[in-house]
């Protein structure tokens, strides 16, 4: 069973940082890419940030380049994502999830695990 587990949230200043991690189980990490989403109150969930298995090509949603880095640990099996100069649009619960054919699992499955909130005040 895939288990996902993001942490790390909380409620920070704009221009703040914050550090997020997703502990996951249940598949062989190392062999996926994985990705960040976050979805903020009464919208979509939206695409932040994917990397390869290896950690060698990272792509990031306009809205968080240059101030957000995902980065993995595949002896841990873990996923994190490095926030910077955060905004009050920031503000949702972030998830991850392994890419899953040609989809992600959280998408194809409808199961995206434990999130995290991530609430950035004025």
């Known amino acids: 069973e895939v288990q996902l587990q993001a942490s790390g949230g909380g409620l920070v200043q704009a221009g703040d940082s914050l550090r997020l991690s997703c502990a996951a189980s249940g598949f062989r990490f190392r062999d996926y890419r994985m990705g960040w989403f976050r979805q903020a109150p009464g919208k979509e969930r939206e695409f932040v940030a994917d990397?390869?298995?290896?950690?060698?090509?990272?792509g990031y949603a306009d809205s968080v380049k240059g101030r957000f880095t995902i980065s993995r640990d595949n002896a841990k099996n873990t996923l994190y994502l490095e926030m910077s100069d955060l905004k009050p649009e920031d503000t949702a619960v972030y998830y991850c999830a392994p890419e899953w054919g040609i989809s992600w699992y959280g998408s194809r499955f409808g199961s995206w695990g434990q999130g995290t909130l991530v609430t950035v005040s004025s």
């Open positions: 990397i390869d298995r290896n950690g060698g090509s990272t």
